[in-house]
């Protein structure tokens, strides 16, 4: 049988992929706001990189799902789309699973830890995605002006993103506490 430190757990493959194919699904749409759109695939990326919590699937699931969804639905982005989304969830997933892991406020705080490094995550992987889009459509697939124009939208998806994933694995803390007490 083959064992490997640094190989994927199937339920680390199974989570990669409902939330690639969730994120491919969710870019297929979005709402029109004024001068722009606001679509739902951060929300997808940010929770499913919370709950990966392994930096190399979160990268393939955020940065080739929304690859795969431009390629149906926005063709210009997607490059942009892979490294920004790509890059996004795996720092997300890095800091919620490895910031606080040992230390003071992780034993005395276990739930504050936990949520403290998931904001962390999901806060640099908006200024990520953020950073990634502006500089994308500035010089890749649109103009400086434009990019300038699109800010506060992009601004909006990704505070979107971070609320929605915070509010969705709130209450994950309480599981992953749950079974590491189980498993000492």
């Not at 210009?76 to 800091?95: E, K, N, R």
């Not at 500035?138 to 990704?158: C, D, M, N, R």
């Amino acid at each position: 049988m083959y064992t490997s430190k640094n190989a994927i757990s199937v339920k680390t493959l199974t989570l990669s992929a409902v939330f690639m194919a969730l994120t491919i699904a969710l870019s297929s749409f979005s709402i029109p706001v004024p001068g722009g759109h606001l679509y739902f695939c951060d929300a997808a990326i940010c929770t499913g990189a919370i709950l990966i919590a392994n930096p190399v699937a979160a990268f393939i699931m955020g940065g080739f799902g929304s690859f795969l969804g431009d390629v149906f639905f926005n063709p210009p982005s997607m490059f942009v789309s892979l490294f920004t989304h790509g890059i996004q969830a795996a720092v997300i997933a890095f800091c919620s699973s490895r910031l606080f892991a040992k230390g003071k406020l992780r034993s005395d705080h276990p739930h504050a830890a936990i949520f403290i490094s998931q904001a962390i995550g999901v806060l640099l992987g908006a200024v990520i995605m953020v950073t990634g889009y502006t500089l994308g459509r500035a010089y890749v697939y649109a103009t400086p002006e434009y990019a300038v124009l699109k800010l506060p939208f992009e601004i909006l998806q990704a505070l979107f993103g971070v609320v929605t994933s915070l509010a969705l694995c709130a209450p994950s803390s309480h599981l992953r506490i749950a079974a590491r007490r189980s498993q000492a």
